[in-house]
């Protein structure tokens, strides 16, 4: 168990630009757990696909989602940044990690157009943004999820994270769905 009590992970999903990565490192240093970026876990086939503007299928996406999954099964207390945009995602993770606890980064859709074009990215086009969105399937009451708002600064973000975080009590992690605004 780390100082803060979380001893389980802590996945970190959302659109592409939603902040995952951005949050996700400033937590993990918090909270003294690994951070894991997801990306780094495509395939090259993958890369290449959504380099040229073409969406990833689900059956593109599930064995990314087991090389992660096998990942944090090896390494609980970290970390991750994956979009993990459907239930079915989640789900293929849970598979690996049953106690994963998701976070669902949830960004106004113009706010985050403006971050993802203001920044560069190795593979991912600005233009595969709104697939990202048709393809969201929000968290649902019955998975261990909570949904934080990332329409304020960084600093902020990582504060209600681990708030929502630290309700849940040492080695505990919180089961709630409520969003906040
Ligand atoms: N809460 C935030 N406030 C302002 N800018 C942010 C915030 N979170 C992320 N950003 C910026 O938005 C862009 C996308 O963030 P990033 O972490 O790369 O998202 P993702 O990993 O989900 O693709 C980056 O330029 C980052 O600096
Ligand atoms: O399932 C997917 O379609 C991808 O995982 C996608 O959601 C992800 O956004 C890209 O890998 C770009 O990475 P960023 O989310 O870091 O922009």
């Known amino acids: 168990m780390n100082e803060r009590g979380v001893q389980l992970p802590i996945v970190l999903m959302?659109?592409?630009?939603?902040?995952?990565?951005?949050?996700?490192?400033?937590?993990?240093s918090e909270l003294g757990m690994a951070f894991i970026e997801g990306d780094e876990f495509h395939s090259k086939a993958?890369?290449?696909k959504m380099a040229s503007g073409r969406p990833l299928s689900d059956e593109d996406r599930m064995p990314w989602l087991d090389r992660?999954?096998?990942?944090?099964?090896l390494a609980p207390r970290s970390v991750v940044a994956c979009s993990?945009?459907?239930?079915?995602?989640?789900?293929r993770i849970r598979d690996w990690v049953p106690d994963a606890q998701f976070?669902?980064?949830?960004?106004?859709?113009?706010?985050?157009?403006?971050?993802?074009?203001?920044r560069s990215h190795d593979f991912m086009p600005v233009e595969l943004?709104?697939?990202?969105?048709?393809?969201?399937?929000?968290?649902q009451p019955d998975e261990a999820a909570?949904?934080?708002?990332?329409?304020?600064?960084?600093?902020?973000?990582?504060?209600t994270?681990?708030?929502?975080l630290g309700h849940l009590g040492p080695g505990t992690i919180p089961q709630s769905p409520a969003v906040d605004s």
């Open 103 to 118: 976070v669902y980064l949830k960004g106004d859709r113009r706010v985050v157009l403006k971050r993802t074009m203001s």
């Open 129 to 139: 943004l709104g697939s990202q969105y048709s393809v969201l399937e929000p968290p």
């Open 46 to 48: 993958g890369r290449i």
């Open 161 to 164: 994270i681990l708030e929502r």
């Open 84 to 91: 993990a945009l459907r239930r079915t995602y989640r789900d």
């Open 14 to 28: 959302g659109v592409s630009g939603c902040g995952k990565s951005t949050i996700g490192v400033r937590l993990a």
């Open 146 to 159: 909570f949904t934080v708002a990332v329409g304020v600064g960084p600093d902020r973000v990582v504060r």
């Open 68 to 73: 992660l999954g096998e990942t944090l099964a």
